[in-house]
C-alpha cells in the first residue's frame, strides 16, 4: 500500500529551503567583509552600517509588501529578491563603501519578504498542534543559513580569494531559487487583480506602511508580542553582524577560526529553534518558551562581554553554542505566536508589521552598536548593554499564556 506523504511537506521544504538561502545571501556579509576590509582600507566598525543597510533593504521591502505580496504571491517575491540580490553581488567588486552599502540594501530585500511569505503560508498548511514547531522549523533555516556560510565562505576566501568566493556564493544561491520556482504557482495565493504590480517601492505603498503597523493593534498582546521580537532582534543582530569581527580584532583569531566559531552559533540557533518550538508546543505557553530563551540570551550577551585572548577555545564555542541556542532561538515562536493572535485575512499583514518593527532594531541596533565601539573602543559595555535589552523581554510578554491555553487548544483541535 502507498503512503501519500504530508500535505504540509512540501511547502514547509520549500520555505525552509528559501528562508535557509536568504540567510546565507545576508550572513556571507559579515564573514567576507573582514577580507575587503583589510584589501579597501576600511575600517571594522564598517560592518555593523552594512548589516543596519542590509535590513533597512528588508524594511524597504516589507513596505512594498502590503501590494507585492499580495499581487504576486509571498513565495514569488521572495525568489525574485534572491535573484536580484544575487546579481548585485558583482558591484562588491568596486571598493566603494557607498556602493556597498547599497548592495547589501539589495540584498537584504530578501530578508523583508521571508517572513511574511513564510507566515501565509505555513499558517494554511501547518498541521493541528504543530503550528509552533512547523514555524520553528522554517526559522531554523536562518541559522542554518548561517552555519553554511560560516563554514564555507572562510574556506572559499583561503582557498580562493574573497572575490572568487563571492562567484561561488552567488551560485549557491541562485542553485535552489530555480528549483523552487515552479511550486509558486502551488503554494502561493493570488488574488484577482487588474492592476499594475509594482516591484519597487511606490508613493502608495509608502502610505501603505502603516496598515501593517496598524494591524499589530488589532487584537490583544499583538503589538506586545512583536515589541519582544525586537527587543530579542537587538541582542541577535549584533551577535551575528559583529562576532566573527570581534574574534578576528579582540580575541585575535584567524577567520577561519573565527568563521567557524560563527558556525558554531549559527548551529546552536537551528538546534534552539525547533527546541524552543517544541517546548512551545508542549508546555502550550509562547510565553514560558520565551521567557527562558530570554534569560540564557541576557547571560550568554553579557559573558561575550567578559572574553578575552586568554580564554580556552573551547570556552568560547561552548559560549557561541549556547548563545546560537538562546539569543538566536526566539523567532519562530515569536513568529507562530503573531500569526495565532491575528485575524485569519490578517496574517501577512500582521507578519509585515511586526517584521518591520524588528528590522528598525536590526538597522537601529549594529549602527549604535558600531558607533559606541568607534567612540569608546569598548565591546564588554556594548554587550552588557545588549543583555539588559534581552532581560526587557520579560517585561513585554503578553501575560495571558494561561488563560489562552484553552484557546489554543481548541483552535489546534
Not at 508613493?203 to 512583536?226: C, D, F, K, N, V
Not at 559583529?242 to 578576528?248: D, E, K, N
Request: positive net charge; glycine residues 8%.
Amino acid at each position: 500500500m502507498i503512503r501519500t506523504l504530508p500535505v504540509w511537506l512540501m511547502p514547509v521544504t520549500a520555505i525552509f529551503t528559501l528562508q535557509t538561502i536568504s540567510s546565507f545571501l545576508n550572513r556571507l556579509i559579515p564573514i567576507i567583509a573582514p577580507a575587503m576590509s583589510a584589501e579597501f582600507g576600511w575600517s571594522g566598525s564598517s560592518i555593523g552600517y552594512l548589516a543596519a543597510s542590509s535590513s533597512l533593504g528588508g524594511l524597504a521591502m516589507l513596505v512594498v509588501g502590503s501590494s507585492t505580496l499580495k499581487r504576486i504571491g509571498g513565495m514569488r517575491t521572495l525568489q525574485l529578491t534572491l535573484v536580484l540580490g544575487t546579481i548585485c553581488m558583482v558591484f562588491f567588486l568596486y571598493p566603494s563603501v557607498g556602493i556597498a552599502l547599497a548592495v547589501c540594501f539589495t540584498m537584504g530585500l530578501c530578508n523583508g519578504a521571508a517572513n511574511p511569505a513564510g507566515s501565509e503560508i505555513l499558517q494554511r498548511f501547518s498541521p493541528p498542534g504543530m503550528r509552533n514547531l512547523m514555524f520553528s522549523i522554517k526559522q531554523a533555516g536562518v541559522p542554518l543559513g548561517g552555519v553554511i556560510a560560516g563554514l564555507f565562505v572562510p574556506l572559499a576566501v583561503a582557498a580562493a580569494g574573497w572575490r572568487a568566493a563571492l562567484l561561488a556564493c552567488a551560485l549557491l544561491v541562485l542553485l535552489p531559487t530555480l528549483l523552487t520556482w515552479r511550486l509558486s504557482a502551488n503554494l502561493d495565493e493570488r488574488p484577482a487583480s487588474k492592476g499594475r504590480t509594482h516591484l519597487l517601492p511606490t508613493w502608495q505603498s509608502l502610505r501603505t506602511l502603516s496598515e501593517p503597523l496598524a494591524s499589530l493593534m488589532l487584537q490583544p498582546g499583538l503589538l506586545r508580542i512583536s515589541i519582544v521580537g525586537s527587543l530579542f532582534g537587538i541582542s541577535q543582530s549584533c551577535w551575528f553582524t559583529f562576532t566573527v569581527i570581534y574574534l578576528v580584532d579582540e580575541l585575535g583569531y584567524s577567520l577561519g577560526l573565527a568563521g567557524m566559531v560563527f558556525a558554531v552559533m549559527q548551529a546552536g540557533g537551528v538546534i534552539g529553534r525547533i527546541v524552543l518550538g517544541w517546548l512551545s508546543d508542549h508546555l502550550r505557553s509562547a510565553t514560558a518558551a520565551l521567557s527562558i530563551a530570554a534569560i540564557l540570551s541576557a547571560a550568554t550577551t553579557a559573558l561575550l562581554g567578559l572574553t578575552n585572548p586568554h580564554w580556552p577555545l573551547w570556552a568560547v564555542i561552548v559560549l557561541a553554542f549556547v548563545a546560537g541556542s538562546s539569543a538566536a532561538s526566539w523567532n519562530g515562536v515569536q513568529i507562530a505566536e503573531v500569526a495565532r493572535r491575528s485575524p485569519p485575512k490578517l496574517i501577512s499583514d500582521t507578519a509585515a508589521g511586526a517584521s518591520i518593527l524588528v528590522n528598525v532594531t536590526n538597522i537601529l541596533a549594529p549602527t549604535a552598536f558600531a558607533a559606541f565601539i568607534a567612540v569608546s573602543g569598548r565591546y564588554d559595555y556594548a554587550f552588557y548593554c545588549l543583555g539588559a535589552c534581552s532581560l526587557l523581554v520579560l517585561v513585554f510578554l503578553p501575560r495571558d499564556a494561561g488563560k489562552n491555553r484553552k484557546a489554543v487548544a481548541s483552535a489546534d483541535s
